[in-house]
């Protein structure tokens, strides 16, 4: 099978607006290439994350990146483009495209994951590496093509909020589910029941997949954001960016039981006010930040 990369270059201050357009269009996760993440990873010991040097230009200039099939590549290409020139707040930027090979694609990157530790229990391990015993709950994960490897801030500041907040027996929601990885957490957490729902075929196969390999299981479905679940869950868990967050929010009352949770992350720290107004029905108990992304952690108002 043949893929294209899709890659805007521009300023990071459009970083979030060109990151929407992308999702707008279908990008099920994205990969962005910015040169201040170098001292990032330098200065975090917990990272498992190595990079290439070559990668990153000496300049302000960001590199934001999505996969699609070779076969509805063309389209959405033009669709990217159009919606680009339409808005009218982003500056200058350069539009690339390259064709990718299945077998290139699925496997070069791995060089690049090694275990790592998050919050107080857990260790996320990828599927191809070996880890020593320990008292840490291990999580394996082989992302494929899906977002989810745990090493981006908002995946880590999710499964943090997760090891804190969810409780044996609770019924557990993973929207936007990705690799998989928050609903393996779930139910490696203690949680009883987990529904898992992703737009993207590729995340369904990956999170399907890696619930095998931790020998956990949970329903996946393939729709869009609640649309494809009709029960009520004690918890619900999303890492998303913050616009389609807050689109989300007023479908939670009839998805979550009395006193149920909302786990939101992916909200930068430019969006904070943005999703604090959209939750005025809920109580916010907790926001976990790190590098700029927060998690908020909040419940269901009493009536």
């Known amino acids: 099978m043949k893929w294209k990369r899709i890659e805007v270059v521009s300023n990071k201050d459009f970083t979030d607006i060109i990151s929407l357009i992308f999702y707008n269009n279908d990008a099920s996760g994205l990969e962005i290439i910015d040169p201040s993440d170098i001292d990032i990873i330098k200065n975090d010991e917990e990272s498992w994350a190595v990079f290439d040097r070559s990668e990153f230009p000496d300049s302000d200039e960001v590199r934001i990146r999505a996969y699609f099939e070779d076969s509805i590549a063309d389209r959405i290409i033009e669709n990217i483009k159009r919606d680009l020139r339409e808005n009218r707040s982003i500056g200058q930027y350069s539009v690339n495209v390259e064709e990718i090979d299945d077998e290139d694609f699925a496997n070069n990157w791995k060089a690049f994951y090694k275990p790592i530790s998050v919050g107080e229990k857990l260790l996320i391990c990828p599927e191809w590496e070996k880890v020593e015993p320990s008292d840490r709950i291990v999580i394996k994960i082989d992302p494929g093509m899906a977002f ?28 936007g589910t990705g690799s998989g990885i928050l609903a393996v957490a779930a139910k490696r957490l203690g949680a009883k029941e987990v529904i898992a729902t992703d737009i993207d075929s590729l995340a369904i196969k990956a999170s399907s997949e890696n619930a095998k390999l931790n020998n956990v299981e949970f329903e996946v479905r393939e729709g869009n954001l609640l649309d494809v679940v009709e029960e009520k869950a004690d918890l619900i868990v999303s890492n998303i960016i913050a616009e389609i967050l807050v689109k989300m929010i007023p479908d939670m009352f009839t998805r979550l039981n009395k006193d149920g949770l909302f786990i939101a992350s992916g909200v930068i720290d430019e969006r904070m006010s943005m999703m604090k107004d959209a939750l005025g029905n809920f109580e916010i108990l907790e926001i976990i930040r790190e590098n700029g992304w927060n998690a908020i952690i909040s419940r269901v108002k009493d009536e």
């Not at 090493?151 to 880590?156: C, L, P, R, S, V």
């Not at 943090?160 to 044996?168: D, G």
């Open 148 to 175: 989810g490897t745990g090493d981006h801030e908002t995946t880590k500041l999710s499964l943090q909020a997760m090891e804190r907040y969810v409780k044996p027996n609770m019924t557990v929601f993973d929207i």
